[in-house]
């Protein structure tokens, strides 16, 4: 790779976070070429983190950079938080790939996505997700907790809404029921008591029982609660154990998601000869 034909430039990232240890781990590694995708599958599974984002300058001419995500199981077709932490990175000049006020990213399934500096960190926008009334009386008992309301979409975005921020908290789903019923997001959510909206995320079906920080989900939530509230901005917390928080923005078909972001680790990956 950059320097030997086994080392990758590495960061370790947390997204959606102010100080370590908080928000969602991202590993953001930056190649010259595409490797095989069962060499990058085992990266991931070695990260063991909820994502890694795997970077290529884009030579089509669309986007700055070629980007794709994965579980430490499966490649996945949307990442909202290592997409953050991936324009982190790539923005910082320090880094070495040119700085700058954005960075856009063509993607396999998610279009072109584009990470931008705010005055309070960096802020990624998502195709919006639309999601529409629901029945799923398996996952309501998988997750242990009647909702008032329930959304989906057929991409696998589930929005569980619940009363109030303590029953979303108190949630201790069973992860093997809700690993039987595919890889969807189960994303449960209520009006929050300090931030306007809160949520806790579970993706067993995605290798990910719970998710720290989820950019994804919240571009289902946004547009979902932007009906709800009446507005196009509001904030947002979620109520893992690492937790996190964001700005959340509906732009037309389009989700702003802001938030900081921290450099954890930075190194280099070695891969066998």
Same mark, same amino acid.
């Given at each position: 790779?950059?320097?030997?034909a086994?080392? +990758?430039?590495y960061?370790?990232?947390?997204? &959606?976070?102010?100080?370590?240890? /908080?928000? !969602?781990?991202?590993?953001v590694? *930056?190649?010259?070429a ?10 991931g599974?070695e990260?063991? &983190?909820?994502? =890694?984002?795997?970077? *290529? ?7 700055? %950079?070629?980007?794709r995500?994965? #579980?430490p199981t499966?490649e +996945? @077709?949307?990442?909202?938080?290592? =997409?953050?932490?991936s324009?982190f990175v790539l923005?910082?000049?320090? !880094? ?7 960075? #856009?990213?063509r =993607?396999r399934k998610?279009? *072109?996505?584009?990470?931008? @500096? =705010? ?8 195709p919006? +997700?639309?999601?529409? $009334?629901?029945t %799923? ?5 998988g997750?242990? /907790?009647? $909702?008032e ?27 093997? /029921?809700?690993?039987a019923l595919g890889d969807?997001?189960? +994303? ?10 809160v949520?806790?995320? &579970?993706?067993?079906?995605g ?8 950019g994804?989900?919240h571009?289902?939530?946004t547009?979902y ?5 009446? @507005? ?9 154990? @690492?937790?996190g928080?964001?700005?959340?923005r509906?732009?037309g078909?389009r989700? %702003?998601?802001?938030?900081p972001?921290?450099? *954890?680790?930075?190194?280099? &990956?070695?891969?066998? /000869?």
């Amino acid at each position: 790779m950059s320097d030997t034909a086994t080392t +990758i430039p590495y960061w370790h990232v947390d997204a &959606f976070a102010a100080r370590p240890f /908080a928000g !969602n781990q991202a590993a953001v590694m *930056v190649l010259d070429a595409w490797l095989p995708g069962d060499v990058l599958q085992s990266i991931g599974e070695e990260n063991n &983190f909820a994502e =890694t984002a795997f970077v *290529v300058r884009d030579a089509t001419g669309a986007a700055d %950079w070629e980007l794709r995500w994965f #579980t430490p199981t499966c490649e +996945i @077709r949307l990442c909202g938080h290592a =997409t953050l932490a991936s324009g982190f990175v790539l923005l910082d000049p320090a !880094n070495g790939f040119g700085g700058g006020e954005r960075v #856009t990213f063509r =993607t396999r399934k998610a279009g *072109v996505l584009e990470v931008r @500096r =705010t005055q309070e960190g960096h802020e990624l926008a998502l195709p919006g +997700i639309r999601t529409e $009334p629901h029945t %799923w009386p398996e996952a309501v008992a998988g997750l242990g /907790a009647q $909702p008032e309301h329930i959304e989906r979409n057929a991409d696998g975005y589930t929005i569980l809404r619940y009363a109030d921020e303590a029953t979303v908290r108190a949630l201790d789903p069973d992860m093997r /029921a809700l690993l039987a019923l595919g890889d969807d997001q189960f +994303i449960c959510t209520a009006p929050g008591d300090k931030t306007d909206v809160v949520s806790r995320v &579970f993706v067993p079906g995605g290798g990910v029982d719970e998710d720290s920080v989820t950019g994804s989900a919240h571009a289902a939530l946004t547009p979902y609660w932007a009906g709800q509230l009446g @507005r196009d901005s509001f904030t947002a917390h979620q109520a893992s154990a @690492r937790g996190g928080d964001l700005a959340c923005r509906l732009d037309g078909d389009r989700v %702003w998601l802001g938030g900081p972001c921290v450099t *954890v680790v930075e190194g280099r &990956f070695h891969l066998p /000869a």
